[in-house]
Each structure stands twice: as structure tokens, then as C-alpha cells.
């Protein structure tokens, strides 16, 4: 039996048949039943990295986080900090991106809370029977919410191909030392002396005194003594640790997926997921940048299930008309696939094979109009 799969079109010609009405029936639907009164509700979303204006509109959250409290339950809106250091880097900054982009009060009627900590290493060890990883890294807010609402804006990713709900859960929903178990083959520090300042804070910091200070008053490693947990990336202020982007697309999907799982792990039907396929850019909302979308905008689509949520995103993308004056080379009819014209080393179809393998979910799925 297909997962069905709900769809929202772009078109309205009245106030009562207006995108946001749909919005808020279609996520009571999505929760009536599996959230419960007092409920904590983690409505995981992207808050865009400052000089991207592409990430989703916040008057689009307000309406789903009204929807929710309607049940009695407490949304927060949350996210993790990032790997990479930006506007996003820990807690601080990426609270007042938050806000710089209007996700605060009064325009959304929720709290913010970023769900790894302050510098991204609050987190839960989840066992998992992956065939990469046996335990991931969770955020602790995310894990110890009774409900998981993922919210993604739909786009392209350099590795990843598509940056579907899998990618918003399984990378999203990782604290940060986990993104970078996803991102490198291992990860070993490898100081940049023309950066490091000598400020000792990754090796006061570091759980096996794998790194020191050498005679030029340098950071070094001991290789052998490193396990690969990144906390240095943590604390270098100099950005003298860089991370290690060494994965294979397929290798970072499969891992992605992973996560995905450890994320869902215990939640059982309390998730709902929404993909927004608007603003559809070939890059991620991580850029400080917004490219031209690649095609018009389809719609939004709810479902129970991660896998068939992002088949069906991917199908619709395909199928769509690409845009000319924008990324796109060679995939502007329907049914050529835009994402792998721009990224062609990321065949994104690889995530919801294996997803499916794993039992997240399944690729068949019914279209239901909302």
C-alpha cells in the first residue's frame, strides 16, 4: 500500500481558499491524533544563514505553530548549530539570525530554542543498527521532544542532491560533532600555523590530549591519541581547525540517512513532516546567498512519511518546467531531473534507496490534493 502523500497547490481565488488556510487544515491533519495536551513539539526548521533570502517565510511558520497549540501542545521552533563556522556557528549568533529574519515574537508565537547548546555539544548518544554507525549524535532538545514537526524548504545541496526532510532530520537534528562523523571518512585536526594563535582552547578542551603546543608555540596533533570527536572545531576561534569535507556524495547520503534514523528513533507516530517546494534554489539555505529558482513554485506537501514525502518532492521537481536565465544546463523540460544538471556527482535518488532499505519509510505514495 502507497504512504499518501498531501499536496498543496499555489493557486487561490479566494480568502477562504487561501494557501495559509490550507496550510493550517493540513497540519491539524497531520497531527490530530499524535500530539497530545502539554505535548513539547520541536518544529525543526532552517532559519536561513544571513544574506540568504530564499529560506522559508515566517508568516508560513506562524500558521503551523497556531495549528499545533489549537491541540493544547507547546511548539518551540529549533535548529542546530552548524559545522562550518557562520551567523549559525552557535547558539548566540544563530539566535539572532533567528530574529534578524523574523522568526521572533510577535510574528511567530513561539519560543526559539537551538537544540544542541550553546556551542553545539548537547547532544544524546542513540543506538542505531546502521551499517556506518552503531550510535549518533542527537541534539538533546530535538531527542527529548515528545513530537518531531519537520518543516523543510526543499532545494538542491552540493552532496546530497536533493535537501529534502531526510536531510533536514538526519543533518538538521544532529548536534555538531555528529555532522561531522556524516561529512569525513575520519576526521583528524590538522592546525594551520598560520592561523593558530597558540590560545591553548582546543587542547585545554580536547578528551585525550591529542593535541599541544609545539616549540614554535603552534597547535599540533598526536594522531594516534585522536578519536575523531571534532570538539576542537568547537573552540578554535581562529577557524586555525577547519572540518574535513572528505565523504563521497553517496557515502554522506547513506550516512545522512542514518541520522535520520537515530533522530526518529523512539518518536514512533508523533512526527509529521512538511516540504515547501518554493523558492526551489540549486543550493542549500546554508549559502549567504539565494540563486534564481531552478523551476516555478509547485506547492507544499505534507505526510507521516520521510521517504515518500521526498520522492514525491523529487517527482514534482522533475517534472516541472525548468526556468531559463538560472543554473540549469541541460534539464529545462519536464521530466529531466533539474538537480542532477547541477549537481552531477550527487545522484540525490541514492538517500531514498537506502532510506527505504532501513524501513524509514517507503517510495511509493498516493497524491492527495488538500
Not at 511567530?108 to 548518544?125: K, Q, S, T, W, Y
Request: glycine share 8%; charged share 25%.
Amino acid at each position: 500500500m502507497s504512504a499518501p502523500v498531501y499536496m498543496i497547490n499555489m493557486r487561490a481565488d479566494s480568502e477562504n481558499d487561501s494557501v495559509l488556510v490550507r496550510l493550517k487544515k493540513l497540519t491539524r491533519r497531520l497531527v490530530e491524533g499524535r500530539v497530545e495536551r502539554n505535548d513539547f513539539v520541536a518544529v525543526k526548521l532552517h532559519f536561513g544563514e544571513r544574506g540568504n533570502h530564499g529560506f522559508l517565510r515566517p508568516v508560513f511558520v506562524r500558521y503551523i505553530v497556531e495549528a499545533i497549540r489549537e491541540f493544547g501542545a507547546k511548539p518551540f521552533l529549533t535548529d542546530t548549530n552548524t559545522l562550518y563556522t557562520g551567523f549559525r556557528h552557535n547558539a548566540v549568533d544563530h539566535l539572532e539570525t533567528a530574529l534578524f529574519h523574523g522568526f521572533g515574537y510577535p510574528a511567530v508565537p513561539a519560543p526559539i530554542i537551538i537544540a544542541d547548546g550553546l556551542r553545539g555539544n548537547e547532544e544524546v548518544e542513540v543506538e542505531i543498527d546502521g551499517n556506518h554507525f552503531k550510535t549518533v549524535k542527537i541534539a538533546r532538545a530535538i531527542h527529548e521532544a515528545d513530537f518531531l514537526f519537520a518543516v523543510t524548504h526543499v532545494k538542491g545541496h552540493m552532496e546530497a542532491g536533493l535537501g529534502g526532510a531526510i536531510k533536514n532530520v538526519g543533518m538538521g537534528c544532529a548536534a555538531r560533532a555528529g555532522k561531522q562523523m556524516q561529512h569525513g571518512e575520519t576526521f583528524f585536526p590538522e592546525p594551520r600555523e598560520e592561523k593558530c594563535i597558540g590560545c591553548r582552547r582546543c587542547i585545554i578542551h580536547c578528551p585525550t590530549q591529542a593535541l599541544f603546543l609545539n616549540e614554535r608555540k603552534k597547535a599540533e596533533l598526536k594522531r594516534e591519541l585522536c578519536i575523531g570527536c571534532a570538539e576542537c572545531l568547537l573552540y578554535c576561534p581562529t577557524e586555525a581547525i577547519e572540518p574535513s569535507w572528505s565523504s563521497s556524495s553517496a557515502l554522506l547520503q547513506e550516512r545522512m540517512v542514518e541520522y535520520a534514523l537515530g533522530a526518529l528513533q523512539g518518536k514512533g507516530e508523533k512526527v509529521a513532516f512538511l516540504n515547501f517546494i518554493t523558492d526551489v534554489s540549486p543550493d542549500c539555505d546554508c549559502a549567504p546567498w539565494h540563486d534564481a529558482s531552478l523551476v516555478p513554485d509547485v506547492g507544499i506537501l505534507g505526510s507521516h512519511d520521510i521517504v515518500a514525502i521526498d520522492q514525491a518532492s523529487g517527482d514534482l521537481i522533475r517534472a516541472s518546467q525548468g526556468l531559463p536565465g538560472t543554473k540549469l544546463e541541460k534539464a529545462m523540460a519536464p521530466g529531466t531531473d533539474k538537480f542532477l544538471d547541477v549537481h552531477p556527482k550527487a545522484h540525490w535518488q541514492n538517500q531514498l534507496d537506502y532510506a527505504e532499505k532501513l524501513g524509514l519509510g517507503q517510495r511509493a505514495y498516493t497524491l492527495q490534493s488538500v
